[in-house]
């Protein structure tokens, strides 16, 4: 009975592990080494740590963690919150991070020079520009609701980019996209867009995106190419970069993400928020580049 009683306790204990560490990896912060992401690594040397400390000082205790967090994982499989599904995602998404993923660096001017257009504003750039209005109170309110609608449970890992990532994905659900008139270009503020109920172009959904995401703190820029035009949001240097792109491989598990695609230049690099991808850094939907709108 001794030796039934051990191994019963030894496999509690393994158990105990596998939703402990993905748990605890939520709060670590991702960590980087030659390209590889370790983080969940950690959590589960972590995890193992607290195990055995438990089995060290007080043996009986890890049949108590075990039930107890066999039990939340039930109550939150009932109650739509962090569960079994979690878990395994959780596990697929560091080997999917590790493995499958690549990085898709869009080859046009824009990493030669995003800035070659800037001398070369027309009407049509001031329009827009005087479209992006981050400040209406309208905007800004629109913009915190739906920041905080999803990825809520990965804010202490992410930090502001849960808030981008959710309103992102609030709008590009419900953006449905609406011709203007034949031989009318009107460019809809995203005040306008969000009165009538999330509708317009391409045009309306990019200063839609941009006027959002700035609302809340981020940068974002409007790139114009043939025949359509899409925002761009600024993701920083390359190691914030990764980042961001760890973010979106995260929460946007369902997606089957094969690439993050990206311009940069000088260590600035730049995702697609286009409403033609289903997830931030989904591909361009051409490379024929007209202009580039600093705002």
């Known amino acids: 009975m001794p030796v039934t009683r051990e191994i019963l306790v030894q496999i509690m204990a393994v158990i105990t592990i596998i939703p402990l560490a993905p748990f605890i990896c939520r709060f670590i912060p991702p960590?980087?080494?030659?390209?590889w992401n370790v983080d969940l690594i950690i959590a589960i040397l972590i995890a193992i740590v607290i195990v055995r400390a438990i089995m060290w000082l007080v043996r009986p205790l890890i049949i108590a963690a075990f039930l107890i967090i066999l039990g939340v994982l039930i109550y939150n499989q009932a109650t739509n919150n962090y569960s079994f599904a979690n878990i395994i995602n959780d596990?697929?998404?560091?080997?999917?991070?590790?493995?499958?993923?690549?990085?898709?660096?869009?080859?046009?001017?824009?990493?030669?020079?995003?800035?070659?257009?800037?001398?070369?504003?027309d009407k049509t750039t001031r329009l827009i520009r005087t479209k992006v209005n981050y400040q209406d109170s309208v905007v800004r309110n629109f913009s915190i609701q739906h920041s905080l609608e999803s990825f809520d449970d990965y804010q202490g890992k992410f930090n502001m980019l849960t808030r981008y990532l959710s309103l992102f994905k609030y709008i590009n659900t419900h953006f449905r996209y609406v011709p203007d008139a034949q031989r009318d270009e009107y460019f809809a503020s995203a005040r306008e867009t969000i009165l009538?109920?999330?509708?317009?172009?391409?045009?309306?959904?990019?200063?839609?995106?941009a006027s959002c995401l700035m609302s809340i703190g981020a940068r974002c820029?409007?790139?114009?190419?043939?025949?359509?035009?899409?925002?761009?949001?600024?993701?920083?240097?390359?190691?914030?970069?990764?980042?961001?792109?760890?973010?979106?491989?995260?929460?946007?598990?369902?997606?089957?993400?094969?690439?993050?695609?990206?311009?940069?230049?000088?260590?600035?690099?730049?995702?697609?928020?286009?409403?033609?991808?289903?997830?931030?850094?989904?591909?361009?939907?051409?490379?024929r580049v007209k202009q580039v709108i600093e705002l």
């Open 31 to 35: 960590v980087m080494i030659a390209g």
């Open 91 to 121: 596990y697929k998404t560091i080997a999917y991070q590790n493995w499958l993923i690549r990085e898709k660096k869009q080859p046009d001017v824009l990493s030669i020079n995003p800035h070659l257009f800037e001398n070369t504003l």
């Open 196 to 209: 009538n109920g999330l509708g317009g172009d391409c045009d309306d959904h990019s200063i839609l995106m």
């Open 221 to 287: 820029r409007l790139v114009i190419v043939q025949g359509h035009m899409y925002p761009e949001l600024y993701a920083g240097n390359e190691q914030q970069y990764e980042l961001l792109s760890q973010a979106i491989i995260q929460l946007f598990q369902k997606e089957r993400i094969g690439r993050i695609y990206y311009h940069e230049h000088n260590n600035e690099y730049w995702i697609n928020l286009d409403y033609t991808a289903s997830y931030p850094g989904g591909p361009y939907m051409n490379d």
